[in-house]
Nanobody, 114 residues
């Protein structure tokens, strides 16, 4: 499995971005997909998860602002980010989980600054 994230860039506070994660492999629909982020000097943290039944969960810090979704036909998971804040600045990683097997992408950088 290979994961390739895209969509990160610099944006002003209050702006929006949509991140994409393209999954290279088979049986994408069987994987639990997640977005994580790591800010400078901080530990990597969970942002959002979408399960195979499309149920989701979110970190409290992004609830109501971010939406995770998946397109099993396109083997892609998305993270729609609205009302961005400076504290959302981080390297955003995509993760694919199947049982105990975890796969990570290389990350895409989101910078929120005026």
């Amino acid at each position: 499995v290979q994961l390739v994230e895209s969509g990160g860039r610099s944006v002003q506070p209050g702006g929006s971005l949509r991140l994409s994660c393209l999954f290279y492999g088979v049986d994408f629909s069987t994987y639990t997909m997640g977005w994580y982020r790591q800010a400078p000097g901080k530990q990597r943290e969970l942002v959002a998860t979408i399960f195979t039944d499309r149920s989701t969960n979110y970190a409290d810090s992004v609830k109501g602002r971010f939406t995770i979704s998946r397109d099993n036909t396109q083997k892609t998971v998305y993270l729609q980010m609205n009302s961005l804040k400076p504290e959302d600045t981080a390297l955003y990683y995509c993760r694919a989980a199947l049982g105990d097997v975890l796969n990570w992408g290389q990350g895409t950088l989101v910078t929120v600054s005026s």
